[in-house]
């Protein structure tokens, strides 16, 4: 747990490439092992198993006899959200098996001597949230015309949730949601969209595409403006995270860094 993961150009040397190199992946592109099926539904999916999750939580609502079912589910994203990582999973797994590697090479190795990973997860996390401050008010003004405006209260913040739920939330979710993420993007759909398209541009252009659009739907609230304003308020962030993860080629230490971006999110929008 302590050694050091082989990049793509060490692993070369070394003679012994990780599985989720960029050397391997490609040997596995040539061989025919790896098409633009897989990426592609999994880079796609997460977005259709939010808005999936959020219909079979509004079904319950609905036959509830709820006025409005849709914005009923929406609170509920925080415990919902772990149907989406479920879906998720099973098809990385699935794509990862026909590729003859373990799902736990998307990970790759975890640097924990000295606490690598978790100081290197930290910075991370410091230009994150410094690219936040500066677009939010920017992208608030696009959209709403003002940098102060009322985020949907009850659906994005002040969410109420019975006490197991707020549990939940602060728990489970935030933990399983991070990883589970960083995997589908950053783990399995870049390297690989990379590979088969042979430019890096494309992978990040792509995968930064759908990766964005996902905040969007998460939870769906049906007004044009707020998909909008979600998607810009999310991309500068989004690009960041594809970047970094082209360059690096670690996945654990951008883990470390949305861990807390998630806790966050999850407590924060909750009426505590």
């Given at each position: 747990m302590g050694s050091s993961p082989l990049t793509g150009r060490e692993s070369l040397v070394s003679g012994s490439a990780a599985p989720n190199s960029k050397a391997e992946i490609e040997k596995r592109v040539a061989l025919g092992q790896i098409t633009w099926?897989?990426?592609?539904?999994?880079?796609?999916?997460?977005?259709?198993?939010?808005?999936?999750?959020?219909?079979?939580?509004?079904?319950?609502?609905?036959?509830?006899?709820?006025?409005?079912?849709?914005?009923?589910?929406?609170?509920?994203?925080?415990?919902?959200?772990?149907?989406?990582?479920?879906?998720?999973?099973?098809?990385?797994?699935?794509?990862?098996?026909?590729?003859?590697?373990?799902?736990?090479?998307?990970?790759?190795?975890?640097?924990?001597?000295?606490?690598?990973?978790?100081?290197?997860?930290?910075?991370?996390?410091?230009?994150?949230?410094?690219?936040?401050?500066?677009?939010?008010?920017?992208?608030?003004?696009?959209?709403?015309g003002s940098t102060q405006f009322s985020m949907y209260p009850g659906l994005l913040t002040a969410r109420t949730l019975p006490l197991w739920g707020v549990i939940y939330s602060l728990s489970l979710f935030w933990i399983t949601w991070s990883p589970t993420e960083e995997m589908t993007y950053n783990g399995y759909s870049l390297p690989r969209v990379q590979?088969?398209?042979?430019?890096?541009?494309?992978?990040v252009v792509v995968v930064g595409f759908w990766w964005t659009l996902q905040h969007s739907f998460f939870p769906l609230v049906l007004d044009w403006k707020y998909v909008l304003w979600r998607f810009f308020f999310f991309l500068p962030v989004v690009m960041l995270l594809t970047c970094i993860n082209l360059w690096t080629r670690r996945l654990p230490p951008l883990i470390v860094a949305h861990w807390p971006m998630d806790f966050a999110a999850a407590i924060l929008s909750l009426k505590l």
């Open positions: 099926t897989g990426p592609l539904i999994v880079v796609m999916a997460r977005s259709f198993f939010m808005i999936t999750a959020q219909a079979l939580v509004a079904a319950v609502y609905l036959v509830r006899h709820h006025p409005a079912p849709w914005n009923a589910a929406a609170p509920w994203w925080s415990v919902y959200g772990t149907l989406v990582d479920i879906g998720c999973l099973a098809l990385m797994v699935k794509f990862t098996r026909g590729e003859g590697i373990g799902f736990r090479d998307l990970l790759g190795r975890v640097r924990l001597r000295w606490g690598a990973d978790i100081f290197l997860g930290v910075g991370y996390l410091l230009v994150l949230l410094s690219s936040f401050r500066i677009t939010s008010p920017l992208v608030n003004k696009l959209v709403y590979a088969l398209s042979g430019r890096g541009w494309v992978a």
